[in-house]
């Protein structure tokens, strides 16, 4: 164990007899911290990608199903009386989109017939241009008809028309572009697509693939949401784990992701039952996640699948060899050389000719708990060695990490590092502020997932998640993380986990982000606001500190940023008076400037930031403060608070005037 702050006998015993802190930040000392420190996890729950980050607006566009979630109409509506049916063709758009939604023209009233989609719980319509595309089987001469109308009047705010090419026995794809005149007054609107009856050759025609897209980050095609991305890009991540836990694993051992399904052309994508509890498209697959990483500069963390599926089932020790390659030939697909590995050809033949760089791969996901206690034992005896043998075979310079971490009851083998995953109470994030201490340079450690999710005192996994992050949990959580920041030589880096929830459905309640159909909807919580101020003040090395006092209420790390600045960090949890800090980074002296953040919580120490209300319960104050004669820099900080310091200037090593001796 190592500590970076050292106390004399005198200071522990004054601890709890007053809240005046004294500090010394020392010139030369400390270690290096990780570059990775804060960063970002996607899991698809609670519709975080279909129909949330992913910005596809059509719900069950390609009719896809599973035995789990069977191929349904659900989502569409027929237009002036006409039939929809679900069909299963002998020549579908594809194998991996086997089923598609039939229009019987003949019979239906008199006007243009056809179908509208309800979204996802709605869609946005905003003057904007709107790309879309749709595939139809079927011979018909004349126009379709694209639009966007509100669901509640019928009023149409755009419409553009298509000039049909489809013919009989094959299938056509239409690519339009719409931009509606007017913007809707809310989200409850509908896309349409209606033709003449007149037109169709033979009593019906064929449609599948029925997309919708609105302006997208970055402009991509088939790309994410810009609210949400512009939310994920203010925290100032550096990293991405994905494509996330649970649906790494899948439910069975043949419903798991697979990456080679998720690549390519749309139509030969088939999705696949998610984990908790719909199917999704893959729509947002291994390219989309790696051009996320693209656009926000984020170092990818590669999970693959290690053989585990959430049922419990696991592959046997003869059968993992071919997992093994196959995750194998996820990263030569990621990183392989376009003219000469078969999977870099195929990255190249998909529009990403250049190689991606992937430095660290994740084996598995949380093997130590859908795995207990017969696959986790076989994590430990033959998967997880099997893995780290063949990947440092092949990939030698990627960082391996081990879905469980040392606090898990294993003994990693080198050279992988761990993951630790924490879903706690405030108070137990507060007492885990040194557990990270006892790391050493030999068992390095992600903090893949975390999250405060209950109350103090109470009702843990028996009781509900919290209805959305708190203040008090936020600061539990800031105290977790500043213990990591202090050993940040031995942590990869840290992620909020899960990361965004579509306000109409539940799976999980506590996420970093809520949003809904509608833009304005796009929540930031509480900890979203604790990770914006710890995230853009990073420490590339921490300094060793010399205290008065011990750890609590006042919890801290400190550190030079990259460019040589001083930087402070420190959450105040269970006091109930303000504490005075004196804070003095060797080099400084009298006049010299600091810029001090604190952010504050509501009375209620239960308060959240309410997507409905859109009432945000986090205070953020910023001030100049200016060293005293000393050279230190003096402030308060309330209860339940969070603070940085970062100083105007870098910190420059001065010679020692008198001997320091340290316990």
Known sequence: MRLLTTFTAAALALASSCNAVNLVVKASGGNSSSPLMYGLMHEDISNGGDGGIYAELIYNRAFQGSEEFPSSLNGWIPVNGVALSLEKLATPLSKALPYSMNVAAAGSSPGKVGFANTGYWGMDVKVQTYTGSFYVKGSYEGSFTASLQSNLTGETFGSVDVVS?????????????????????????????????????????????????????????????????????????????????????????????????????????????????????????????????????????????????????????????????????????????????????????????????????????????????????????????????????????????????????????EPAAGDYHSYVEPDTFVAAFGMFDQLTAGNKTLIGEYAAVHPNGGIGWNGDLMPFPWWEGAIGEAVFLLGAERNGDRIIGTTYAPSLRNMNRWQWSVTLLQFAADPALTTRSTSWYMLRLFGNHIISKTLPVTSDTGFGPLYYVAGTSAKGTGIFKAAVYNTTEDVQVSLKFKGYSKGATATLTVLTGPENPYGYNDPLSHVNVVTETTSTVTAGADGSFRFSLPQLSVAVLETDGAVKCRKKRRVEVEA
């Not at 963390?301 to 089932?313: E, H, P, R, T, Y």
């Not at 050809?345 to 990403?352: K, L, T, W």
């Not at 391996?400 to 003994?411: G, K, M, Q, R, Y």
């Open 165 to 413: 090419q489809s013919v009989a026995g094959e299938w056509t794809q239409h690519n339009f572009t719409l931009v509606p005149e007017k913007a809707a007054p809310n989200s409850n609107n509908t896309f349409a697509v209606t033709f003449d009856p007149a037109g169709v050759k033979d009593a019906s025609l064929d449609f599948n693939l029925i997309s919708l897209f609105p302006p997208t980050y970055k402009n991509r095609p088939n790309g994410l949401r810009p609210d949400i991305m512009e939310a994920f890009a203010e925290l100032n991540p550096k990293f991405l784990r994905l494509p996330g836990g649970n649906m790494l694993e899948g439910n069975t051992q043949t419903t798991w992701w697979k990456w080679n399904e998720t690549i390519g052309p749309l139509k030969d994508r088939p999705g696949m039952p998610n984990v908790w509890g719909y199917q999704i498209t893959y729509g947002m697959g291994l390219v989309e996640y790696m051009e996320w990483c693209e656009d926000l500069g984020l170092e990818p963390i590669v999970a693959v699948w290690d053989g585990l599926s959430l049922d419990g089932n696991f592959t046997t020790q003869a059968e993992l060899g071919e997992w093994i390659q196959f995750a194998l030939d996820e990263i030569e697909f990621l990183t392989g050389d376009a003219a000469t590995t078969k999977w870099g050809a195929v990255r190249a033949s998909v529009g990403h000719p250049q190689p991606w760089s992937v430095k660290y791969v994740e084996i598995g996901n949380e093997d130590w708990l859908a795995g207990a206690p017969a696959a986790y034992e076989a994590y430990k005896q033959y998967r997880l060695p099997m893995f780290i043998d063949a990947f440092t075979q092949r990939y030698p310079d990627i960082q391996l990490i081990s879905s469980s971490s040392v606090f898990d009851n294993i003994t990693i083998p």
